[in-house]
């Protein structure tokens, strides 16, 4: 687990994607959605790190706004930490 995720009472979604020709058909954000479900049942927040614009673009349409600054790796993408929090009780699922 992450340990930002840890102190906060939340949990990481490590790793998703898509082959390419599966790509722009929402499979992302159904894992996404089965993921949050959980983590709203079980009360906890959901932490990743977009590690694209096109995938800092789906984070930020299903409502994970940006943590802080990016993080640059050396030699790799900049990664995009995106926190979303567990829905309050009675306020319907996310994303």
Do not use: I
Not at 12 to 33: F, H, I
Not at 44 to 53: D, Q, W
């Amino acid at each position: 687990m992450d340990p930002w995720a840890a102190r906060n009472g939340g949990r990481r979604y490590t790793y998703m994607g898509a082959r390419p020709e599966a790509q722009g058909r929402g499979l992302g954000r159904v894992l996404m959605a089965g993921f949050a479900s959980w983590c709203d049942h079980e009360g906890v927040g959901f932490y990743a790190e977009a590690s694209s614009p096109r995938s800092l673009a789906l984070y930020e349409r299903v409502g994970f706004p940006r943590l802080g600054d990016p993080m640059a790796l050396p030699d790799g993408p900049l990664l995009h930490p995106v926190w979303r929090g567990p829905a309050k009780p009675g306020a319907g699922s996310r994303p």
